[in-house]
């Protein structure tokens, strides 16, 4: 029996493959390379020792997708593949609904179609929104403030409904709050493309040298120190709770949501002092405008993940910044 893992070249997914693999299962990957690298399949080939299946497939590509099923002996599937530049998601919502919500439509058909009804889905912590104050816990109202948010909202839904029809699915919907790091080899990491959105790679290329300084988007919010709090949590702890949701919904049925963070919120200046002491590098930075869309303050209540799942983030700020530092020195340019 194999687990399908869509969109696991990816920065989440090759880390959970690498996962996966240590942990004996067989894997079948499938990606369309739209955000990705075929050289990130080496890389996870190399860390491991093991081989897996590789499907270069768009998920909407409902006889690709039948074929996959037809042609494997699938027990579970991890579902990764989806876009998720939220800035991006506003200038081409169409594109994003497409891709995310009837990508994972495609899924499902094939899924119900070949009797597989086992899946841990990639939700966000964006799910709740702006007004919900931290920590967050699970059973909180949700609301979005852009399309890629909508579309986690929205596939949530669309799984909910799935399984109040039948009754023998099995889903874990795991909203991660905010992914940093990589692989402790240095050999698989986040590879975005032009400039990073996101604070850590944007960290990790102004200490390369790659930009000058970091623009930190706001320093008027009423948290302590004036700027942005969020819950970091390291990629392999999260690729290691998708594992525990795999056990999970393979055992029983059911629908249920889990928070993967850490519980421990950060400032972008406390992220900036951890980098520069776990590296050595100093970062320059500038005091910037804040950036549409942000909240003052965004961390999780892990317990229930901890509770029925029997997962805890390990891994502090201090192994996260280093990991990411090892990634950038080694691939300057990804995995080009
Ligand atoms: P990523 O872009 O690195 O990985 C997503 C992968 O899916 C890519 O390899 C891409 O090529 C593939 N893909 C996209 N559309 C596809 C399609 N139609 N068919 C086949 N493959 C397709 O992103 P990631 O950071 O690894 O995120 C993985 C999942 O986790 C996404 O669903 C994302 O929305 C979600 N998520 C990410 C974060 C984060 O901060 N990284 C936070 C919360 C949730
Ligand atoms: C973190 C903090 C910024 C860049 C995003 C998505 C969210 C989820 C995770 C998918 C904030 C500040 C950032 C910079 C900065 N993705 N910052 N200068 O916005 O919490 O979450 O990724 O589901 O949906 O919105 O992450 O890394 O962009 O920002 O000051 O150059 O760093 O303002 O306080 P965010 P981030």
Redesign the pocket.
């Known amino acids: 029996m194999s687990i399908l893992v869509t969109g696991g070249t990816g920065y989440i997914g090759s880390h959970t493959c690498v996962e996966l693999l240590d942990a004996g299962y067989d894997v079948i990957v499938v990606d369309n390379l739209s955000n990705s690298k075929i050289k990130a399949i080496d890389h996870i080939e190399g860390i491991t020792g093991k081989i897996l299946k590789f499907y270069k497939l768009d998920i909407l590509n409902r006889e690709g997708m039948y074929n996959v099923f037809e042609e494997n002996d699938i027990e579970a599937v991890i579902h990764f593949a989806g876009l998720?530049a939220?800035g991006e998601s506003v200038e081409e919502p169409l594109r994003y609904y497409q891709n995310n919500i009837t990508g994972t439509l495609v899924l499902c058909e094939a899924m119900q179609r070949y009797g597989v009804k086992n899946m841990v889905f990639s939700s966000?912590?964006?799910v709740y929104g702006m007004d919900n104050e931290s920590p967050l816990t699970e059973d909180l109202p949700l609301s979005a403030t852009n399309p890629?948010?909508w579309t986690k909202i929205m596939i949530e839904q669309i799984l909910r409904d799935t399984y109040a029809s039948d009754g023998t699915w099995s889903i874990a919907l795991l909203r991660?709050f905010?992914p940093i790091g990589a692989h402790e080899s240095g050999r698989i990491g986040e590879d975005p493309n032009g400039i990073p959105?996101?604070?850590?790679p944007?960290i990790t290329q102004v200490a390369a040298g790659k930009r000058k300084m970091?623009?930190?988007?706001?320093n008027d919010y009423d948290t302590p120190d004036g700027?942005?709090i969020?819950d970091y949590i390291h990629v392999v702890d999260l690729a290691k709770g998708h594992l525990k949701a795999l056990q999970k919904v393979i055992e029983s049925n059911g629908i249920d949501a889990y928070n993967l963070g850490t519980g421990i919120g950060y400032s972008?200046l406390d992220v900036v002092k951890a980098f520069e002491k776990a590296t050595g590098k100093e970062i320059p930075y500038v005091m910037a405008d804040r950036?549409a869309g942000?909240i003052a303050s965004?961390y999780a209540d892990p317990s229930k993940a901890y509770r029925e799942l029997g997962w805890k983030a390990e891994k502090d700020i201090y192994d996260m910044c280093k990991d990411a530092w090892r990634w950038q020195v080694n691939n300057p340019n990804g995995y080009e």
């Not at 970091?214 to 706001?218: A, D, V």
């Open positions: 998720k939220v966000s912590a964006t890629y948010g991660y905010n959105n996101n604070l850590m944007y970091l623009n930190i988007f706001g700027t942005g969020r972008v950036r942000d965004c």
